[in-house]
């Protein structure tokens, strides 16, 4: 890369300006800055009014990250200046950004270091760059493996700057994000610590420490009203564990945090393990009673059934269904998990099936029949499209982007609706089923129609949809 020694490079920045209206950064100009308590971090310039000389708007560093204006004392750019010249002379190891001169105000970056080396910065740090383009950046190392890898996040919506293209960093000044990440990792040392002896309460645990004891115990009492009980049924919802909480034992429920340590959340409802063993009864309860297999096994262990029942359903309003076309789809079947027979769906790649939590046949078979919706609307082309014309409609915060009809290669229909806030969104799409065109008027379609998508949840209503002429006559309707 650059022939100069990052180790031995100094950096003057040496063309501050004073935060003043008539003299502050271009819109969106990445600045170092100083700020009025001395410190030093870095961000773009995003006025509130961008058209106009204004004290008015923040310097972003990163998604729900930026400072005040008001907080800073002087600005430096940081976006011109190309360094490539100077970083390919292995002799240079001081550069001056900007003239040197009497009353100048510069700063003074040094302490470099390569992430090609092994020197990472810490969490949450926020850090100034110098990009192997020969620009300058600056960025909050977000880790993503401690000592491995991360990138460097300096805009919203976590737009960053990739190991790759990172030459050498060093650190600016610690503000409340950092502060906070070090403060979180001494409290992660603490707990550690108090973990490594943990003290048992004799009461709570007299049964032992052993979590499955107290799941055989909780067993016990339950087969008696639900004879088919089992623990793999107790454990479909969220399990308990007996783990190290704050220097003591305890019955909790164990996560993963971020940063891959345990995430405890102690059992708080009693203060002896009968009490704990009451609460597992009451806890698993529900998952039992789901797992009845006189219900989810009503007609029997041959998944073969169960599918044709859904073909047949499907087959009703699908009517170019066939049973070739399901051979592209997820295999269905009944097999034996932790003990217990469930209906799974199985992999092409030999991982483990995943278990469909169905607590009957009926609700099995309503799985396999929204499958196949799917896979009959794939395999039907669409031949025209309409969009709706529509204005801003908000769905609970969400905003519709897409409403549009489909006319199918057999002549059916369908509508594919999308919405979004400013993070997210989500596309779904429905069958017009013939149901809705036995219809005799197109008012009496639409209502049949708004039963399938409904305008309280998808924002158009029988009022908008009745007066698009061109709608109605691209659906049959003259």
Not at 123 to 133: A, D, M, V
Request: net charge negative; charged share 30%.
């Amino acid at each position: 890369m650059f022939k100069c020694n990052y180790r031995k490079l100094i950096l003057s920045f040496n063309e501050f300006h004073n935060v003043k209206a008539d003299d502050m950064p271009q819109y969106g100009e990445f600045c170092l800055l100083e700020l009025k308590d001395g410190r030093y971090t870095a961000g773009k310039w995003n006025p509130n009014d961008y058209k106009k000389n204004s004290l008015s708007g923040k310097f972003i560093r990163g998604t729900a990250d930026a400072v005040a204006v008001s907080e800073v004392s002087k600005w430096h750019p940081l976006d011109c200046y190309d360094m490539t010249n100077c970083l390919n002379d292995e002799e240079i190891n001081f550069i001056n950004l900007g003239p040197e001169g009497e009353e100048i105000h510069s700063v003074i970056m040094k302490d470099f270091k390569s992430l090609e080396d092994g020197d990472f910065p810490k969490s949450e740090q926020y850090c100034l760059l110098i990009l192997k383009n020969g620009q300058l950046s600056a960025g909050r190392w977000d880790e993503w493996t401690k000592g491995k890898d991360g990138t460097f996040v300096y805009a919203p919506a976590l737009a960053c700057h990739s190991m790759n293209t990172v030459w050498a960093w060093t650190s600016l000044s610690s503000d409340d994000f950092f502060e906070a990440e070090e403060e979180s990792e001494r409290e992660r040392n603490r707990e550690e610590e108090l973990n490594r002896n943990p003290s048992v309460d004799q009461e709570l645990f007299k049964y032992g420490t052993d979590i499955e004891v107290y799941y055989q115990k909780a067993l016990e009492k339950l087969k008696k009203e639900y004879p088919w009980a089992t623990v793999a049924q107790m454990k479909k919802v969220t399990p308990y564990a007996i783990a190290p909480c704050h220097g003591k034992l305890v019955f909790g429920q164990v996560s993963k945090s971020y940063y891959g340590t345990d995430i405890v959340t102690p059992w708080t409802g009693g203060s002896g393990a009968d009490d704990f063993i009451s609460f597992l009864c009451e806890y698993t309860k529900t998952a039992v009673q789901n797992s009845n297999p006189a219900e989810k096994f009503k007609y029997g262990t041959d998944i073969s059934v169960y599918l044709a029942k859904a073909y047949d359903k499907v087959k009703n309003d699908y009517r170019w269904l066939d049973k070739k076309m399901l051979e592209s789809s997820r295999r269905f079947a009944i097999k034996e998990v932790g003990g217990d027979l469930e209906f799974v769906r199985e992999s092409d790649d030999n991982d483990s099936p995943m278990v469909e939590d169905c607590s009957s046949a009926e609700r099995f078979i309503e799985i396999a029949v929204y499958e196949y919706q799917g896979i009959a609307l794939r395999a039907n082309p669409v031949v025209a499209e309409y969009p709706v014309s529509f204005g801003d409609i908000n769905l609970y915060g969400w905003h519709l982007e897409k409403y549009v009809f489909a006319r199918l290669k057999t002549g059916d229909y369908k509508v594919t609706v999308q919405a979004g806030d400013r993070v997210t969104g989500g596309t779904r799409e429905f069958f017009i089923t013939p149901y809705c065109f036995e219809a005799k008027t197109y008012e009496e379609f639409l209502d049949r129609y708004l039963e399938i998508v409904p305008a309280s949840s998808f924002g158009l209503s029988k009022e908008d949809l009745l007066s698009d002429t061109k709608l109605k006559e691209f659906l049959g309707y003259q």
